[in-house]
C-alpha cells in the first residue's frame, strides 16, 4: 500500500461507494485486516497475539504466499479467521492490464481452494496499494468480490514512521464499525510488533470486539 490515507474520510467513502470502506455498527465491532502474509513465525505470531483476547481477523493473502506456506494458510482458516484474495503476486491494479490484474485475481483464487483444506467460500478482495482501475473494479463485482478497502490506515509498513507514530494513527482514529489495516509482512514487522498487542489490549479495555469480515 502508498496510498496514505490514515482516516479514511467521507468524500472518499462516498464517491467510491461501491467498496467497502467501513462496516457501521453500534455494537463496538471493529475489523482487523492484515495483508500480504502468510510468512512463517510473522503470521503465527499475529494468530497467537489474536488468541490471546480471542480475536477474529480477516486476512488477505498473497497468492504465491499461499503456494508457498499452505500450512500457515490453512492454519488462519482452522482457528476462524477470514481469508481474501490480495492478488497472485501483489501487483498494482494502476500499472496492469486488465486482463493480466484479472488473471493475478484468478490465479490467487486458484491457491486458496486448492491450498484450503476444506470448501472455503471466500469472495472478499483487497487491491494492493488500494489502486485499482474502474474497469478492474466492475469486473470482479460482477464475479461476486467484495472489495474491502479500509477506514483506519496503521502504515506499519512505512520505515519512517515510528511504531509510536503506528500506534497513534489507530488508536486515535478507531471507532465503532473501523476497518483497521496491518500487514503480517517482514518489512512491517518492526512496528507490528510494538503495535498489535497494544491495540489489542487498548480495543478490550475500551469494549471492542474484533470481528471477521465476511
Known amino acids: 500500500m502508498d496510498i496514505l490515507w490514515i482516516k479514511t474520510n467521507r468524500i472518499i467513502k ?3 461507494s461501491n467498496y467497502f470502506w467501513d462496516i ?15 510468512i512463517p513465525e510473522i503470521t503465527e505470531w499475529v ?4 488468541k490471546i483476547y480471542n480475536c477474529k481477523a480477516t486476512f488477505f493473502c ?13 492454519k488462519l482458516i482452522a482457528e476462524g479467521h477470514a481469508v481474501g ?12 492490464s486488465n486482463k493480466a490484474y484479472l488473471k493475478e485475481v484468478e490465479q490467487c483464487e486458484e491457491e486458496i481452494q486448492k491450498n484450503a483444506s476444506k470448501n472455503l467460500q471466500s469472495k472478499l478482495f483487497r487491491p494492493p496499494y488500494g489502486k485499482i482501475k474502474p ?4 469486473k470482479l463485482r460482477k464475479l461476486g ?42 518489512k512491517a514487522f518492526r512496528n507490528l510488533e510494538y503495535v498489535l498487542p497494544k491495540t489489542l489490549q487498548f480495543l478490550s479495555e475500551n469494549g471492542y470486539r474484533c470481528e471477521r469480515i465476511d
Not at 135 to 138: D, G, T
Open 62 to 74: 498473497i497468492g504465491n504466499n499461499i503456494e508457498k506456506h499452505p500450512e500457515i494458510f490453512n
Open 85 to 96: 484474495n490480495h492478488t497472485f503476486n501483489h501487483v498494482k491494479g494502476w500499472n496492469t
Open 24 to 38: 457501521p455498527n453500534s455494537d463496538k465491532k471493529v475489523y482487523l485486516t492484515f495483508d500480504d502474509g502468510p
Open 145 to 186: 468480490y467484495k472489495i474491502i478497502m479500509w477506514d483506519v490506515l496503521s502504515a506499519d509498513y512505512k520505515k519512517e514512521i515510528s511504531k509510536e507514530k503506528c500506534l497513534e494513527n489507530v488508536l486515535k482514529n478507531v471507532e465503532s464499525g473501523s476497518i483497521i489495516v496491518f500487514h503480517d509482512s517482514i
Open 47 to 50: 494468530l497467537e497475539q489474536l
Open 135 to 138: 474497469l478492474q473494479s466492475r
Open 14 to 16: 462516498t464517491i467510491f
